[in-house]
């Protein structure tokens, strides 16, 4: 059974840096594409990033190109998203997903496991 443990949240001030990490128990995360999603107070779950399993390519959305960066370590069967330049408007649930596909997704139904989540708060 694939289990996700997020870890790594909390509260900065805006422009600061988190970095979050997704463990993944009962796979391995090189046979999974790895996903970070994000969802904030009365807004659907949303796309932030991913790593394919193909080609190990990290994938962003627009708005946080340039600030956030994910990777991927076989050895600590981990992916991380270290976020930089930090604004008020990440504040949300980050959430890590793993599928098999072997094509990138950005619909949140297209993944079969989740984390429980963690917190980001951006203060102004």
Known sequence: QVQLVESGGGLVQAGGSLRLSCALSGGTVSDYLMAWFRQAPGKEREFVAAISRSDSYPYYVDYVKGRFAMSRDNAKNTVDLQMNS?????TAVYYCAADKSWTVQAAPGN???????TQVTVSS
């Open 111 to 117: 993944y079969d496991y989740w984390g429980q989540g």
């Open 86 to 90: 930090l604004k008020t408007e990440d």
